[in-house]
Structure formats: C-alpha cells, structure tokens
C-alpha cells in the first residue's frame, strides 16, 4: 500500500469518528445539560390563593397512633412541588389539640423525585437533634412524612429520609433508614 493511500484511509476513518462521535455525543450532551424536572432546588413557587385538599398526620389522642386530618395546602405544579408543599405543611407547627410528630423546628431543606417514584426528602437537622427517642415515636415521625407523601401523591411510591443532606442510618436509633420506605397505614388510627 501507498503512503498516499494509507493518508487517504486515515482521514477517512478519521471523519467517521467524527461523524459517530457527533451523532451520539451531542443527544447525551443536550440531555446532560437539561435540568431535572422533579428537582425542588429549581421548582416554581405554589400557585398564589390556589388550594389543594390533603390528609396529613398527627399524633392521636392516645399517643400511639397517627390521626389523619385533611388540611388545605398550597397547590405546586407537578409531582416535585406538590409533594414539597405537602412536607412544608406536614413540617408545619399546629394548634392545639393537634400534636405534631416532627420536632419542632424542623424544616424541609431540599426534595427530589425520581423517575420511579421516590421521594427524598432532605430535612433539617432539628429532626434528630429535637426528637424526643423512643421507637414509637421515631416510627410515628417517620411515618407522618411518608404516609403525607405517599398517600396523597399516587406518584409517589416510597420516601428516603436525609438529614442536613446526608443519608442516615436512623432519626433516634431504632427504624433503619437507609432505603426509601413505602406507606404503612398500620400507624394510623381507625
């Protein structure tokens, strides 16, 4: 084979490459590029006046349970910002004779949404250093945010608690969080 020809056949395995590489690189690079859309970070605020109708919960009369009551919440635009409207109220402090099972001051610090339903929900650290321990009350605090979720967003699937956003093993050392729990109603009173 010639100089001339070998010249001639790298350029043109050269301009295929290029060719591949532009077909497929660029629809990774655009997709890679687009913000996700169940990202709260970049989520529009609620709709002004506009309401929704939602069960949230609340420690019961005994305290051993959780007591639905429906509320009314913000309404947000998709799956991200309503179920981030359901949290703040959730987060949200109450009036007597309701009794919240988050600790006090705790505050929805980020959300994210996959695309296989769930949600995980980041909190402020208040979620852990207010809690008063025990296992009855940790489940009943884990299970009003997942059960607000899960229950009124069918989108929702399951929910992964984080802290000041990182993944911990539990909120008072008795319920494994390190993967997204589904609904459990088996904490709701009758």
Do not use: C
């Amino acid at each position: 084979m010639t100089s001339g020809r070998l010249l001639l056949i790298a350029a043109l395995a050269a301009a295929v490459s290029i060719v591949v590489l532009v077909l497929v690189g660029l629809p990774r690079l655009n997709r890679a590029k687009s913000p996700a859309p169940a990202a709260a970070s970049a989520a529009a605020p609620a709709v002004p006046g506009r309401k929704i109708k939602a069960r949230l919960f609340y420690v019961s009369q005994d305290g051993l349970r959780l007591t639905g009551v429906e509320r009314e919440v913000a309404y947000g635009e998709g799956t991200a910002n309503q179920a981030r409207e359901i949290v703040n109220a959730q987060l949200a402090g109450v009036a007597e004779p309701l009794v919240s099972p988050v600790p006090a001051g705790t505050k929805l610090r980020a959300l994210y949404v996959t695309e296989r339903g769930e949600a995980y929900v980041d909190v402020s650290r208040e979620a852990v250093s207010g809690h008063t321990g025990g296992s009855g009350d940790e489940l009943l605090t884990i299970f009003a945010i997942v059960n607000a979720l899960t229950v009124n967003l069918p989108a929702v699937t399951a929910v992964q608690l984080l802290v000041d956003g990182k993944e911990i093993e539990t909120l008072a050392g008795h319920v494994d969080l390190g993967r997204p729990l589904a609904k459990n109603m088996s904490w709701i009173e009758e």
